[in-house]
């Protein structure tokens, strides 16, 4: 059991990050670890929750809903929550190491992976990372444009990610109207003049990396009919081979479901979203000016490899698509965090199993801890990220009972909050979140939406500030 | 789910052993890491075999002079190989009806990992679990 500078037992512990991984911790090491335990939990937004705030799709609510469970983690009477201060600006390494005797990393997947490819840095190209974050009101990617004034877009990747980037291009104005956007952002999506979205998948049906509801959403569409081409749409015989050693119904149902939306005829709405398959952009092609103009695809087909996965190839056979607007969808990937050993192949932090390994002798860094997409790369739903914060809850217990813990030689409890405001910090409690919480709902409901976001870190604080002041000046903080 | 999202949690490190070291070596190491396998590569740390606790039982079975077996006498040669970009399922499937236990993975010709058949199975399972953890929780709070 470990001791406090105070004197008192229990175990202090920093968690850097506010996501699914950090709460799903939190309550693993409130309900399991030492009596007294006590987990501060950092995020460098004014706001908890990470992409279940800023990466859900705005027209998914119900998946929301799991932040009520996290919030009763937050009831605990020994966790804390500082929003606002950032790992590494406001907070180093060494002022976790006087105070607490762990610290776990769980600030997920912050950037985009890069396809490589010539163009991809042209104006009008941009990755999804930014676009999701942008339409779900993130307060870095406000300044963000997008030139939504194209007619065709093309949107790189079949994942769930390319999956929510086109179905919030092609939403109807009623729809938008349901979500939780920034008014801002509704205005700009309205104004669209987008009328084909391009999906591009380098593999086939049976390999795309969306799920089945995600598929059947898009055939559903108000404003946008869903094109598949029937020759894309057909197995290859390895795929056949393939699905029927799996025997995984799921994968058969999808590749049922595309081939049944390749053989509908289109009802003629406003919009045309091409779900392409067996195609690699290898090129973004200027448009003289520039800004991407248009994408160089290869043709592809499918191979097996040694291992049995089966991968794209290129055929030699290429074909070229107009579009003045490209969102990579090709996956996120970790950025390191000041003094914390980073792996740059896998773009995660050091790690075995959750614990943090020196970079020198890959031996474990005593007190350091690490969960979610920054421990295992960016892949799995929100509640894959419970077993994994598990696993490294019970590295941190192990570690603890065995007393391998940092040495803190002052208790966070007596010098946070204090400290970080003498650094001219306004951190940002769960009470206040709560505050702001309320008032995005209130002014959702003022507009029959479920919320509308605050989209900027001023606009938060502000309607804290303006707490007492009632609810017109909350509002207009909101702006 | 990729490969690599197998391999990021697990630590850079991967165990390889030179074909003329002596059998004995090679069992002090499976001993002294805790694992079921080597990875045997060449001089420019390419890898040409594997050689397994399997490997072992059934060679020293067999042998006269087990004292003086090399890892390259006892080793399996050539090697299957994975790439980082493979479908977990597809390799966990291969691994399964070829009845491998271990498979280097190597990225323009480098060993970059090994994943193990328990590596595979717990990460489908983590995939499930974590499907099913999110379906609950929206049902429970609906
Ligand atoms: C666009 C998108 C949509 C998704 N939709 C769904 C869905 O519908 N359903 C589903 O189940 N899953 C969905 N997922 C997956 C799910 O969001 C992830 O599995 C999960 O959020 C990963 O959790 P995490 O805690 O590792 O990281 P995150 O959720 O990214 O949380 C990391 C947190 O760390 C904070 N942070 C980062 N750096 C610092 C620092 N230096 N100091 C302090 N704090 C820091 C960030 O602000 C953030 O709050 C989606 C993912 C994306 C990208
Ligand atoms: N509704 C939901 O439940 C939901 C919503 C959003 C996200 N999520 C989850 O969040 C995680 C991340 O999602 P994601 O969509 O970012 O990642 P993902 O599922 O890994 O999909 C990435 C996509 O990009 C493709 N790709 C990668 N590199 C490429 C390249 N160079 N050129 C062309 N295509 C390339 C991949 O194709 P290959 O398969 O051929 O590599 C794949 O189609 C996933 O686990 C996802 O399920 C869930």
Redesign the interface.
């Given at each position: 059991m470990s001791g406090r500078a105070d004197g008192s037992q229990g175990l202090d512990v920093a968690i850097i990050g506010a996501g699914p991984a950090a709460f799903y911790a939190a309550e693993a090491l409130l309900r399991d670890g030492p009596p007294g335990t006590r987990v501060d939990m950092y995020d460098r937004l004014p706001t908890p929750f990470g992409l279940v705030r800023h990466g859900v799709a705005p027209d998914h609510q119900k998946i929301k809903t799991v932040t009520r469970s996290f919030a009763r983690v937050a009831e605990n009477p020994g966790f804390r929550f500082f929003g606002n201060v950032e790992f590494g600006r406001d907070l180093t390494l060494d002022d976790i190491r006087r105070h607490y005797h762990q610290v776990l990393f769980a600030t997920g997947a912050q950037t985009d992976r890069r396809m490589n490819i010539p163009g991809e840095d042209l104006r009008g190209s941009h990755p999804a990372t930014a676009f999701v974050a942008w339409y779900n009101g993130h307060p870095d990617f406000q300044a963000c444009e997008f030139d939504l004034s194209q007619e065709r877009v093309a949107v790189v990747g079949v994942g769930n990610v390319a999956i929510d980037v086109a179905r919030i291009l092609c939403l109807s104005r009623e729809e938008m109207e349901q979500t939780d956007m920034p008014r801002r952002v509704i205005d700009a999506l309205s104004a669209s003049r987008v009328r084909e979205v391009h999906l591009l998948g380098r593999r086939g049906p049976a390999q795309a990396a969306f799920t089945n509801p995600e598929l059947k959403e898009l055939a559903h569409l108000a404003d946008a009919d869903l094109i598949i081409r029937r020759d894309e749409a057909e197995l290859d015989e390895l795929s056949r081979a393939e699905l029927e050693a799996r025997g995984d119904h799921l994968a058969c149902r999808k590749v049922e479901m595309i081939a049944e939306f390749a053989a509908r005829p289109a009802e003629g709405k406003r919009r045309k979203l091409f779900l392409r398959f067996l195609v690699s952009p290898v090129e973004l092609v200027d448009n003289g000016g520039g800004a991407v103009g248009a994408l160089r695809l290869a043709r592809n087909r499918l191979v097996a490899n040694e291992s049995g996965a089966l991968t794209a190839e290129a055929m030699g056979e290429f074909e070229t698509i107009e579009a003045g607007l490209v969102f990579r969808s090709v996956g996120y990937r970790g950025v390191p965090l000041q003094d914390v050993p980073f792996h740059e192949r896998w773009g995660v932090i050091l790690n075995r199993l959750g614990r943090v390994l020196d970079s020198e002798t890959n031996e474990p860094a005593t007190g350091m801890y690490t969960a979610g997409w920054i421990k295992r790369g960016p892949s799995g739903v929100i509640g894959t990220n419970k077993p994994d914060a598990v696993e490294t809850v019970a590295a941190m217990l192990e570690d603890a009972a065995a007393g391998h813990t940092l040495a803190p030689v002052s208790c966070p409890q007596r010098d946070f909050p204090a400290l970080l405001r003498t650094q001219g910090c306004r951190c940002v409690t769960f009470d206040e979140w709560r505050l702001i919480d309320a008032a995005e709902q209130a002014l959702g409901a003022s507009e029959g939406r479920p919320r509308a976001k605050l989209a900027s870190v001023a606009e938060m604080l502000a309607c804290l500030d303006a707490e007492g002041e009632g609810p017109s000046r909350l509002a207009s903080a909101a702006g | 789910?990729?490969l690599?999202?197998v391999?990021?949690?697990?630590?850079?490190?991967v165990f390889t052993t030179p074909a003329s070291a002596s059998i004995g070596t090679a069992i002090a190491a499976l001993a002294r890491n805790n694992i079921g396998a080597l990875i045997v590569v060449d001089e420019a740390g390419i890898p040409f075999g594997i050689l397994s606790e399997r490997d072992i039982i059934r060679h020293f079975a067999a042998a006269d002079d087990p004292e003086k077996a090399t890892v390259g006498d006892w080793m399996a040669s050539p090697v299957?190989?994975?790439?980082p970009?493979?479908?977990a399922?597809?390799?966990l499937?291969?691994m399964t009806s070829r009845r491998f236990r271990h498979?280097p993975v190597v990225e323009s010709g480098r060993l970059?990992g090994m994943v193990t058949i328990g590596d595979l199975v717990k990460a489908q399972?983590?995939?499930y679990?974590?499907?099913?953890?999110?379906?609950?929780?929206?049902l429970?709070?609906?």
């Open positions: - | 789910m990729k690599e999202s391999l990021a949690a697990k630590g850079p490190q299957m190989v994975a790439s970009a493979d479908d399922e597809a390799v499937r291969t498979m970059v399972l983590n995939e679990r974590g499907a099913v953890e999110t379906l609950e929780t929206q429970m709070d609906a």
